[in-house]
Nanobody, 124 residues
Framework: QVQLLESGGGLVQAGGSLRLSCAAS????????MGWFRQVPGKERLFVAA????????DYADSVKGRFTISRDNAKNTVYLQMNSLKPEDTAVYYC?????????????????WGQGTQVTVSS
């Protein structure tokens, strides 16, 4: 099972940027899809972005398209989420997710492992 550790969260003003990182342990990282989800208290965990094993395919929630970019470095076993033009409604705990297959991790059912989460707070 892949173990995941997120970093890079914090407090930023609206319009600002943050980059989240997720370091993975395990030899299977380069063969699985990776993704990011987010959750606010009392609400369900929602899909944000995903990337295929090779990085050739990406997918985004409509709410973040054009503002967030997911990428990965298989040599470093790391996946990133670059977040630009942040809005107060982006405030949430962001979770890194390892998929169960090489191509897709866009729903909770596709997730094999979760990170512990990192808080992102966007002030208005």
């Amino acid at each position: 099972q892949v173990q995941l550790l997120e970093s890079g969260g914090g407090l930023v003003q609206a319009g600002g940027s943050l980059r989240l990182s997720c370091a993975a342990s395990g030899r299977t990282f380069s063969s699985i899809a990776m993704g990011w989800f987010r959750q606010v208290p009392g609400k369900e965990r929602l899909f944000v972005a995903a990337i295929s094993w090779s990085g050739s395919s990406t997918d985004y929630a409509d709410s973040v398209k054009g503002r967030f970019t997911i990428s990965r470095d298989n040599a470093k076993n790391t996946v990133y989420l670059q977040m630009n033009s942040l809005k107060p409604e982006d405030t949430a705990v962001y979770y890194c997710a390892a998929g169960k297959n090489p191509r897709v991790v866009s729903t909770i059912q596709h997730v094999g492992s979760w990170g512990q989460g990192t808080q992102v707070t966007v002030s208005s």
